[in-house]
């Protein structure tokens, strides 16, 4: 497996959830991380925290406020970057907007328009725009690759049809992405998380009495994109989905617990 000591990644929307797990599993690997989001602070759930924490991982931790539904940010992040870095060998989108109150359940026609913008503006087209201002630094990589974070959502119903819409975006804009990369020997991927127990949803389950025994562990999500992304394959892989469960199994992950849950999404398709 590729080493990744050095390297220069980013992850967006990192001050919590998937992509907090993300960026601290490129930390355990020697990874310079550059996390983005809007919330900072000394909170448990800012970039500042994230970014602390990779230091302490093992990795060099950067924060930068972004909000990735302003394509000025965007563009400021990865200007940023360039002055610092000059490169990013790991670029991970993986910044989503929670519609609040959550669109769960129902019709579409009870859910307010903005949910869409929530969903696929930031879920959808800031990843885009983040992809076309990180490309350049990412041809100044001797090995860049990209992942995606996106969800089963894409290929049977969660949540909300607007909710689908954003994530099977998301897994063709990749697959198409991966064809126009693929000359300069840049690989990108969907990574299907399963059931994941992040701050959002850890929340909801003290509500509501959820188990969630059986849930990935953003730590875990992140070992397991972390594994890919060191894999030497991953080029072979290109414009593919890749299924969480599917990576701790081949690469014999285990979450900060010891732990390796074993529940997977009822309705996916293989």
Not at 135 to 141: Q, R
Not at 243 to 270: C, H, M
């Amino acid at each position: 497996m590729s080493d990744l000591k050095g390297q220069i990644a980013v992850v967006t929307g990192s001050s919590r959830g998937i992509g907090k797990g993300i960026a601290l599993a490129l930390a355990e690997q020697g990874c310079t991380v550059y996390a983005t989001g809007r919330t900072i602070g000394d909170g448990d759930r800012t970039i500042d925290t994230t970014a602390r924490q990779v230091t302490a991982a093992g990795g060099v931790g950067h924060a930068i406020r972004c909000d990735h539904g302003d394509d000025d940010d965007i563009a400021r992040l990865f200007e940023q970057i360039g002055q610092e870095a000059g490169r990013i060998d790991i670029l991970v989108n993986n910044v989503y907007k929670i519609p609040s109150p959550p669109a769960w359940g129902g019709g579409y026609w009870d859910h307010p328009i903005s949910i869409w913008d929530d969903q696929v503006g930031i879920g959808l087209r800031a990843h885009y725009v983040a992809s076309w201002h990180a490309a350049g630094l990412m041809f100044e990589s001797d090995n860049a690759r990209m992942l995606n974070v996106s969800s089963p959502g894409g290929q049977s119903y969660h949540f909300s049809s607007s909710y689908g819409a954003g994530k099977a975006g998301l897994d063709r804009l990749t697959a198409d992405m991966a064809v126009e990369l693929q000359p300069k020997g840049i690989p990108a991927c969907v990574l299907y998380p399963g059931s994941v127990s992040t701050e959002f949803i850890q929340d909801a389950a003290e509500e509501q009495g959820m188990d969630l025994s059986q849930s990935q562990t953003p730590l875990l999500v992140g070992r397991a994109a972390t594994s890919l992304l060191m894999s030497d394959d991953m080029m072979a892989r290109t414009g593919t989905i890749q299924w969480v469960e599917d990576l701790i199994a081949e690469f014999d992950l285990f979450d900060e617990n010891g732990s390796r849950p074993t529940a997977k999404y009822a309705q996916r398709d293989s």
